[in-house]
């Protein structure tokens, strides 16, 4: 029931949004809306579905750490 009320929401939210930017030509606008849209959608429907999904600060500081040493101590 979860991932079908997830997925009928995206869906209007397309409906109202694709359209006028087809409308008006706004094809960039139309490529970083789809580009934003399907990685949402799918962490949506990943989390409707409770499926358990990976931290990714502890990622983000181990970089940052190699990157900028002296920003994150250790």
């Given at each position: 029931?979860?991932?079908?009320?997830?997925?009928?929401?995206?869906?209007?939210?397309?409906l109202?949004?694709?359209?006028?930017?087809?409308?008006?030509?706004?094809?960039?606008?139309?490529?970083?809306?789809?580009?934003?849209?399907?990685?949402?959608?799918?962490?949506?429907?990943?989390?409707?579905?409770?499926?358990?999904?990976?931290?990714?600060?502890?990622?983000?500081?181990?970089?940052?750490?190699?990157?900028?040493?002296?920003?994150?101590p250790?």
């Amino acid at each position: 029931m979860t991932i079908a009320l997830i997925i009928i929401a995206y869906a209007i939210i397309c409906l109202i949004e694709v359209p006028s930017l087809v409308k008006k030509g706004y094809w960039r606008e139309l490529f970083i809306f789809i580009a934003f849209l399907l990685p949402a959608l799918t962490l949506s429907l990943l989390q409707g579905a409770e499926v358990d999904l990976p931290q990714i600060v502890p990622a983000i500081n181990t970089l940052m750490g190699e990157l900028f040493p002296n920003l994150i101590p250790k």
